[in-house]
Nanobody, 131 residues
């Protein structure tokens, strides 16, 4: 069982920044693929960013098009934590942001954008961007 706890959400003006954190339990965090998703009211949960293990032990970062150049995903395996640095926030970024863990690395096959690729989810943290 893996527990994920997000923090760092809040209210920010357009153009501002926030850094989300997700602390994970488990002794093998470095083997997990991690993702951030978001869900706005009345919309489906959507992929935002993923940090995915690849052959050779290298992690690759992937982003949805709307956040490329503004958001950065990173991880600190020593702290069992994954981060999402969000700069240049826009009102359209307003949503509940969820951290997700894929403990079997099935998302390394290219399905990192799908909610079904992840086994565990955090409770979510609200991000509100005012115009």
């Amino acid at each position: 069982q893996v527990q994920l706890v997000e923090s760092g959400g809040g209210l920010v003006q357009a153009g501002g920044s926030l850094r989300l954190s997700c602390a994970a339990s488990g002794r093998t965090f470095s083997t997990y693929n991690m993702g951030w998703f978001r869900q706005a009211p009345g919309k489906e949960r959507e992929f935002v960013a993923g940090i995915i293990w690849s052959v050779g032990g290298v992690y690759y970062a992937y982003y949805t098009d709307s956040v490329k150049g503004r958001f950065t995903i990173s991880r600190d395996n020593a702290k069992n934590t994954v981060y999402l640095q969000m700069n240049g926030l826009e009102p359209e970024d307003t949503a509940v942001y969820y951290c997700a863990a894929d403990t079997s690395r099935k998302s390394s096959s290219g399905t990192y954008f799908a909610t079904s690729a992840y086994d565990y989810w955090g409770q979510g943290t609200q991000v509100t961007v005012s115009s």
